[in-house]
């Protein structure tokens, strides 16, 4: 792949740092509501950060008015690492607004390669900023847990 044979190691790790503000709106899609949140300055994002992914080609980036996607059922699940988190659009309205950032091609390419770790508190900045558009979010399952043999358990007599 040409875009990451010509990516600086600093600009993968900021691609990375985007990456870690991803979910699973249909695609894989970093959710970047407000580039200048502090949310995203503790992974060292913010607006000029987008400018520059942008001229990388790894992003869109659009400031003023952002995405939606558009087509979904009036309620569906996505992922945020390993938590499932349901979404019920308001009036069934089919779109959800997924805030000012978009990836290109060669961005979803790059991002299949990326090990990301989830950000401590986005999940609920998240829900909020979707309950604030009218959606009802709700948390269903969070798949982060230790698998416990019955052979590492200690056993004990009554």
């Not at 509501?33 to 995203?40: G, H």
């Not at 300055?41 to 001229?55: E, W």
């Not at 996505?78 to 309205?93: A, M, N, P, Q």
Request: charge should be neutral; glycine fraction near 10%; aromatic fraction near 10%.
């Amino acid at each position: 792949m040409r875009v990451l044979r010509d990516l600086e190691s600093v600009d993968f790790a900021l691609f990375t740092a985007l990456c870690r503000f991803g979910i699973t709106v249909g695609p894989f899609n970093p959710l970047i509501f407000e580039a200048n949140d502090p949310i995203y300055a503790t992974c060292g994002l913010n607006f000029d950060k987008m400018n520059h992914l942008q001229s990388l080609g790894l992003i869109l980036f659009s400031p003023v008015g952002g995405y939606q996607r558009q087509g979904f059922p009036s309620a569906f699940a996505v992922f945020y690492g390993r938590t499932l988190l349901k979404v019920e659009l308001k009036d069934g309205v089919g779109n959800i607004g997924t805030g000012q950032v978009m990836l290109t091609d060669a961005g979803a390419r790059l991002a299949t390669l990326v090990k990301a770790d989830v950000v401590p508190g986005f999940l609920d900045y998240v829900i909020e900023k979707w309950s604030l558009a009218g959606h009802k979010t709700s948390i269903v399952a969070d798949l982060n847990f230790t698998q416990v043999s019955e052979a590492n358990l200690e056993k004990k007599s009554a």
